[in-house]
């Protein structure tokens, strides 16, 4: 099974030719790591750091969580599998500030890597 953690340089390229000039959303499905490795810390625990971390590239962005959630139940799909722990929805509102977020050198993304088994982020309008 392929795990997705971090953004590639080829879906990075293609990202910067998609003509997104308004408020989009970017759907966050995130399945957590027990522990982090070398830690007594869970990745839901990690995760929130992360979180708390990221806060101000977020307002900076003018990014904002419109959904926090985590899976109860598989109405169309494998029966009784939750593939993720939880399901995040943040606007943005351009593209270039999302993109001046996730460059910025200072941007906590090793934290979020950390805390993650597998993941997906969705361009969404």
């Given at each position: 099974m392929?795990v997705y ?5 080829e879906?990075?390229?293609?990202f910067m ?7 989009f ?8 790591v027990d ?6 810390i869970s990745?839901k625990?990690q995760?929130?750091k992360?979180m708390?971390e990221?806060m ?11 959904y ?6 598989t109405?169309?799909?494998?029966a009784?599998?939750?593939?993720w722990?939880?399901?995040?929805i943040?606007e943005?509102?351009?593209?270039a ?9 200072d941007y906590p993304g ?6 993650l088994?597998d993941s997906?982020l969705i361009?969404?309008?």
């Amino acid at each position: 099974m392929d795990v997705y953690l971090e953004l590639t340089k080829e879906q990075y390229l293609e990202f910067m030719k998609y003509d997104v000039e308004e408020k989009f959303q970017m759907l966050n499905l995130l399945k957590f790591v027990d522990r982090v490795e070398g830690t007594d810390i869970s990745g839901k625990e990690q995760y929130r750091k992360y979180m708390k971390e990221v806060m101000p590239y977020f307002l900076e962005a003018g990014a904002r969580v419109i959904y926090d959630g985590k899976p109860y139940f598989t109405l169309i799909g494998p029966a009784g599998d939750l593939e993720w722990d939880k399901v995040l929805i943040i606007e943005y509102e351009t593209k270039a500030k999302f993109i001046n977020m996730i460059s910025s050198p200072d941007y906590p993304g090793a934290i979020r890597k950390k805390a993650l088994a597998d993941s997906r982020l969705i361009l969404c309008k």
